[in-house]
T-cell receptor, first 114, second 115 residues
Framework: GENVEQHPSTLSVQEGDSAVIKCTYS??????FPWYKQELGKGPQLIID?????GEKKDQRIAVTLNKTAKHFSLHITETQPEDSAVYFC?????????????FGQGTRLTINP | EAGVVQSPRYKIIEKKQPVAFWCNPI?????LYWYLQNLGQGPELLIR????????DSQLPKDRFSAERLKGVDSTLKIQPAELGDSAVYLC?????????????FGPGTRLTVL
């Protein structure tokens, strides 16, 4: 089955700097890669996703890149703000008809220092 | 639009006791998921429902865990008897269409502590 590795486990950056979180996956058939943000006491919330037919996607300060050959994808947050502090999870799945099983990475605790 | 609702938010029980968690998905979402999230880890799928049918329960420990989704809306996850290792957050999520990569929306979770 799919296995997702996420690095780093913790990341601390100065406010205004950029943050990058990386994930690798094992199943070459995986074709959907969402990123979730989880704040303390809350459930994960989708912040951006990318499908395997696209190499990069951007939404304001957040971008995701995908390298299918190397089987890795990354989350980029620019101009970080204190409210970006949270735990971020990447996930991967092979979307087949009647099957959608997200496999999550271990999470990255991002701290933005003012 | 109301999000996924879960109750209770917190539950403390002694080992060997039973416990149940309830989930109300987003209105109109036919797919419902239960995840287990251990401290410092990502969520792990326990069971997935499409309407009232459990289509993927391969990760559900069936000796002590059970789930149901009567009428294809609300769902209940039960543990009987609970063990110390069951202490975790139990997350419910829903999405609008089975077999696609539609967004999974998560509830706030139920934090279970087994003493």
């Amino acid at each position: 089955g799919e296995n997702v590795e996420q690095h780093p486990s913790t990341l601390s950056v100065q406010e205004g700097d950029s943050a990058v979180i990386k994930c690798t996956y094992s199943d070459s058939a995986s074709n959907y890669f969402p990123w979730y943000k989880q704040e303390l006491g809350k459930g994960p919330q989708l912040i951006i996703d990318i499908r395997s037919n696209v190499g990069e996607k951007k939404d304001q300060r957040i971008a995701v890149t995908l390298n299918k050959t190397a089987k890795h994808f990354s989350l980029h947050i620019t101009e970080t703000q204190p409210e970006d502090s949270a735990v971020y999870f990447c996930a991967a799945t092979r979307a087949l008809w009647g099957a959608q099983k997200l496999v999550f990475g271990q999470g990255t605790r991002l701290t933005i220092n003012p | 639009e109301a999000g996924v609702v879960q109750s209770p938010r917190y539950k403390i029980i002694e080992k060997k006791q039973p416990v149940a968690f309830w989930c109300n998905p987003i209105s109109g979402h036919n797919t419902l998921y239960w995840y287990l999230q251990n401290l410092g880890q990502g969520p792990e799928l326990l069971i997935r429902y499409e309407n009232e049918e459990a289509v993927d329960d391969s990760q559900l420990p069936k000796d002590r865990f059970s789930a149901e989704r009567l009428k294809g809306v609300d769902s209940t996850l039960k543990i009987q008897p609970a063990e110390l290792g069951d202490s975790a957050v139990y997350l419910c999520a829903s999405s609008s269409q089975a077999g696609t990569t539609d967004t999974q929306y998560f509830g706030p979770g139920t934090r279970l502590t087994v003493l």
